[in-house]
């Protein structure tokens, strides 16, 4: 049985006062809900308020991003050595890091590497654009992430691996939970065969793209979900809450 993960990415919002504010509104309550693991993904200057918070109850925190460098003279940059210690998990090759920063499933690669060679989950995240949904490219993009994202990686059930297909993420246009589940189960097939099946059965693979309070059942009633990434809805408290309690009661029968 994988353990369901819900997490949640605030991207670019909220300063340190604003996100600790909406860490408290809702921990009490988070910490409450059991059967899924809860990760909360603020920008990196309140990943340190935010984790004297959380300390004592069953919230982790992950970092949006990380470099593969260990340390230098990378102006700006984060690097793994400074995310140990403050967070467990790392959301790594997001699609707007893809289309806003440059980063190519080489760089992606190297993250991967880096995070699990220090311990820190990553969170992988891949995803088609419209155009190559609508052309039925589906499948073969996502391999085609998966495998140049994983070249060289040993297997590891630490790996999870988020779906988010870029027309689904920010616009209120949801993927069926159908539509994920296969997409996502071929990903299961995909790391399976770059792995093994026991590794494949155990990683968690979530669905991200617009998922709120109200379409959240659809995906996790599904079989090969294991789970959330949600942006736009974790910055309210009340929809968030509502995603990790309906988690917990769906793959909980
Ligand atoms: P939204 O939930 O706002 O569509 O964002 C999804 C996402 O990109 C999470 O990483």
């Given at each position: 049985?994988?353990?369901?993960?819900?997490?949640?990415?605030?991207?670019?919002?909220?300063?340190?006062?604003?996100?600790?504010?909406?860490?408290q509104?809702?921990?009490?309550?988070l910490?409450?809900?059991?059967?899924?693991?809860?990760?909360?993904?603020?920008?990196?200057?309140?990943?340190?308020?935010?984790?004297?918070?959380?300390?004592?109850?069953?919230?982790?925190?992950?970092?949006?991003?990380?470099?593969?460098?260990?340390?230098?003279?990378?102006?700006?940059?984060?690097?793994?050595?400074?995310?140990i210690?403050?967070?467990?998990?790392?959301?790594?090759?997001?699609?707007?890091?893809?289309?806003?920063?440059?980063e190519?499933?080489?760089?992606?690669?190297?993250?991967?590497?880096?995070?699990?060679?220090?311990?820190?989950?990553?969170?992988?995240?891949?995803?088609?654009?419209?155009?190559?949904?609508?052309?039925?490219?589906?499948?073969?993009?996502?391999?085609?992430?998966?495998?140049?994202?994983?070249?060289?990686?040993?297997?590891?059930?630490?790996?999870?691996?988020?779906?988010?297909?870029?027309?689904?993420?920010?616009?209120?246009?949801?993927?069926?939970?159908k539509?994920?589940?296969?997409?996502?189960?071929?990903i299961?097939?995909?790391?399976?065969?770059?792995?093994?099946?026991?590794?494949?059965?155990?990683?968690?693979?979530?669905?991200?793209?617009?998922?709120?309070g109200?379409n959240?059942?659809?995906?996790?009633?599904e079989?090969?979900?294991d789970?959330?990434?949600?942006?736009?809805?974790?910055?309210?408290?009340?929809?968030?809450?509502?995603?990790?309690?309906q988690?917990?009661?769906?793959?909980?029968?």
């Amino acid at each position: 049985m994988r353990r369901p993960l819900i997490a949640g990415n605030w991207k670019m919002n909220t300063n340190v006062a604003e996100a600790t504010n909406l860490a408290q509104v809702m921990l009490a309550e988070l910490d409450e809900i059991s059967g899924v693991e809860k990760v909360l993904c603020p920008p990196f200057v309140s990943l340190a308020s935010i984790k004297g918070l959380i300390k004592g109850m069953s919230i982790e925190l992950g970092a949006q991003n990380m470099y593969f460098e260990d340390k230098g003279a990378y102006t700006g940059e984060i690097s793994p050595l400074m995310l140990i210690g403050l967070c467990d998990l790392v959301i790594l090759g997001h699609s707007e890091r893809r289309q806003y920063f440059a980063e190519t499933d080489e760089i992606i690669n190297k993250k991967v590497k880096k995070a699990l060679e220090f311990g820190l989950k990553p969170i992988l995240c891949v995803g088609e654009s419209l155009e190559d949904n609508e052309a039925g490219r589906t499948g073969e993009i996502i391999t085609q992430q998966i495998r140049a994202a994983l070249t060289g990686v040993n297997s590891t059930s630490q790996l999870v691996i988020a779906y988010e297909p870029i027309w689904a993420i920010g616009t209120g246009r949801a993927a069926t939970g159908k539509q994920a589940n296969a997409t996502i189960g071929l990903i299961r097939n995909t790391v399976a065969s770059l792995w093994d099946i026991e590794t494949a059965q155990a990683i968690r693979i979530l669905y991200g793209g617009s998922v709120t309070g109200s379409n959240i059942a659809e995906f996790i009633a599904e079989p090969e979900i294991d789970g959330a990434l949600v942006g736009g809805a974790s910055l309210k408290a009340d929809d968030f809450l509502r995603i990790v309690s309906q988690t917990a009661a769906i793959k909980s029968t």
